[in-house]
């Protein structure tokens, strides 16, 4: 029996993986619940698994339950021997501190939550190494990419491309761009999921996180990747060789299958759902990505070409952009020039993440969202 810590438990995510743990209830036990605010669901839940903690980051009504632990402690029931894997699916920067403590601790964790990768992918590899935590991405297209070289040597891969589905705008045209309101964009084609990461779709900053995000999981110079648009989302990566061989990693779209996947690694797992139809599969379709429509992809390469800190740069300024276009505050196409203008700043100002620890990056990424910050009463509404 393996013991589980589900971070961020109340999202898109946390709900999937706790589906999964439901279908196979003899091999996982869910220890500890992690959210932000949503009591209800959390204690909903807490009630169907009831050995587990809970742990909640904001509490607003509940301030003593026999559930309830403080930070102190869910840090130290990560560390114990209690715990032997950890599911991070906490949106956004937030879940950064949480992935650290795990991968410190040496525990098998599957990283749903990108950003955390993003800002510092190469700091939390590294203390991998150094701790022997088994990291496993559950964001499809990387959990794909991990069934697909498993048991091949990094230098046999000539390219990895990222699969898309386009987002809910690709087909539309971009001086149509200036209309799209916030209800528009969280209205995802395939994927039902948290509002920040829909709204990253539709701008496809998601795909241009990702790609920052396989640079650091599979150690790729990115010249080798790519990405691509899919409208029909059956498709979640193609990793080619360099004799030519493509492999091309096929599942329904479902969160479900990639957290079966890491929580079983090696062996397959039971998740409850159901398998291509292949006598009925009319079409499969890729599509150009329109840098010119989706500046996102240039960002992406630009802050990894720069380094420096840059990709924390950039993941702020999004967060930033995401949550005041939530909040209507800045239209659609502010979210480009709002990153656009907080990019050329830290260019500028030559701004540098000159020391790598948790503390430098956390600093640095306030830093940043700081600058955002400025820059966006250029573009309120
Ligand atoms: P949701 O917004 O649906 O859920 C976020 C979860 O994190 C909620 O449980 C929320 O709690 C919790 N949370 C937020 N902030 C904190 C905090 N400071 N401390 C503790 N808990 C917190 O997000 P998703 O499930 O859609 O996405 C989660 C991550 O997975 C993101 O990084 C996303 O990019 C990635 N991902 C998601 C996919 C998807 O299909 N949804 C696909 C691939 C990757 P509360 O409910 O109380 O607010
Ligand atoms: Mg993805």
Redesign the pocket.
Known sequence: MQNVVV??????????SIEVIKKNKDKFNIVCL??????E??LDQSKRHKNSKI????PKRIKSSKKLIEKNELLELISSKDVDVVI?????S??LE?IHHSIKNGKKILI????PLVMAGAFLMNEARKSGAQIIP???EHCSIHQSIEGKTKDSISKITLTCSGGPFHKLSKSKFKTITSNNALQHPI????????I?SATLM?KA?EIIEAKHLFDLDQKKIEAIIHPEGLIHSLVEFNDGTVLASMALPD?KI?VSYGLGFPKSIKNGVAKINFQELKNLSFKKIDRKKFPSIDFAYFALKYGKGMPIILNAANEVAVDLFLKNKISFLSIYDLISSTLNYADRSNMNLTSVSLSSIIKFNQEARDIALNYSSKFIK
């Open positions: 971070l961020g438990s109340t999202g898109s995510i946390g709900k999937s992690v959210a932000k605010s949503n009591e669901l959390i742990y909640l980051e904001n991070a699916a906490i949106s956004g937030d879940g949480l749903a939550n990108k950003e559950i964001d499809s994927w039902k999921m948290g509002k920040k990461i829909t990253d998601n996180l969160m990639s």
